[in-house]
């Protein structure tokens, strides 16, 4: 079974960062699209950033320029780097492994970040 374990939220400052982690098993890592979503209270699920296989990556306009997701694929391990956090990326935040077979999500971790 694929599973996706996530790692790295918590309680930071504004201004402060965070490094989340998301390390998959169960499938090829390699050749899938490895993803970053949140979803903040009374707000629906959104992307926040994405790499493909091929090491493309795109953002959301909201954390563009402040976030990076990177990949490690010896590691079976996606990233996302988040810098210069503001209170509105409060969320939780999801790891959702995409490949040809359909979507797999991990559990989430809490991003809280105060003013």
């Known amino acids: 079974q694929v599973q996706l374990v996530e790692s790295g939220g918590g309680l930071v400052q504004a201004g402060g960062s965070l490094r989340l982690s998301c390390t998959a098993s169960g499938t090829i890592f390699s050749i899938s699209t490895m993803g970053w979503y949140r979803q903040a209270p009374g707000k629906e699920r959104e992307l926040v950033a994405e790499t493909t296989s091929g090491g493309s990556t795109i953002y959301a306009d909201s954390v563009n320029s402040r976030f990076t997701v990177s990949r490690d694929n010896a590691k079976n391990t996606v990233y996302l780097q988040m810098n210069s956090l503001r209170p509105e990326d409060t969320a939780v935040y999801y790891c959702?492994?995409?490949?040809?077979?359909?979507?797999?999500w991990g559990q989430g971790t809490q991003v809280t970040v105060s003013s």
């Open positions: 959702r492994l995409r490949n040809r077979f359909g979507n797999y």
